[in-house]
Antibody
Framework: EVQLVESGGGLVQPGGSLRLSCAASGFTFSTYWMSWVRQAPGKGLEWVANLKQDGSEKYYVDSVKGRFTISRDNAKNSLYLQLNSLRVEDTAVYYC?????????????WGQGTLVTVSS | SYVLTQPPSVSVAPGKTARITCGGNNIGSKSVHWYQQKPGQAPVLVIYYDTDRPSGIPERFSGSNSGSTATLTISRVEAGDEADYYCQVWDNIGDHWVFGGGTKLTVL
């Protein structure tokens, strides 16, 4: 059974940092693109970043470029998102999602999300 | 950047057909994926590559994509279909994924 379990969310002050983790199981993690998607309270889905199987390609939404860093450890079946210089508007539930083996494949599995709250 | 436009809400009576649109510039040339999200839950893929259904998704769910509009069609709507629905495409100009704003489906 495919499982994605996020962790690392919490309350942080503006300007602070957090590191989110996504533990994957039930599939060969190293053969899939992976993404982070967020959802602000009461709002729609916003894609944040994705990462190719070997880490050689990564893409970000403009609003997080230079502040967030996506990475992965295929030996540990884990995906990460380093969040720096956090802003109030980064408050959201952050989901880890599995893409396919090809760029452009849909997100066929999602975690349950971890809540990040940026507030003073 | 590429923009996807969905109606904020669609209402339909049980047993009828719901159509949720997703508009974008020449979206017919792109591959569209659709997700269903119920309150407090993670999204679930319901249609991928315009028309394909993942295993476990009822045949009542179908998709089409042409010109400037992609459409998610739900036939014989049930109370359990009430949810938010999002379309998604890969913008290969900006190298990023784009979601539509979402449509809240209400079953009357």
């Amino acid at each position: 059974e495919v499982q994605l379990v996020e962790s690392g969310g919490g309350l942080v002050q503006p300007g602070g940092s957090l590191r989110l983790s996504c533990a994957a199981s039930g599939f060969t993690f190293s053969t899939y693109w992976m993404s982070w998607v967020r959802q602000a309270p009461g709002k729609g889905l916003e894609w944040v970043a994705n990462l190719k199987q070997d880490g050689s390609e990564k893409y970000y939404v403009d609003s997080v470029k230079g502040r967030f860093t996506i990475s992965r450890d295929n030996a540990k079946n884990s995906l990460y998102l380093q969040l720096n210089s956090l802003r109030v508007e980064d408050t959201a539930v952050y989901y880890c999602a599995r893409e396919g083996s090809r760029s452009g494949d849909p997100f066929d599995y999602w975690g349950q999300g971890t809540l990040v709250t940026v507030s003073s | 950047s590429y923009v996807l436009t969905q109606p904020p809400s669609v209402s339909v009576a049980p047993g009828k057909t719901a159509r949720i649109t997703c508009g974008g510039n020449n979206i017919g040339s792109k591959s569209v994926h659709w997700y269903q999200q119920k309150p407090g839950q993670a999204p679930v893929l319901v249609i991928y590559y315009d028309t394909d259904r993942p295993s476990g998704i009822p045949e009542r769910f179908s998709g089409s994509n042409s010109g400037s509009t992609a459409t998610l069609t739900i036939s014989r709507v049930e109370a359990g279909d009430e949810a938010d629905y999002y379309c998604q495409v890969w913008d290969n100009i900006g190298d990023h994924w784009v979601f539509g704003g979402g449509t809240k489906l209400t079953v009357l």
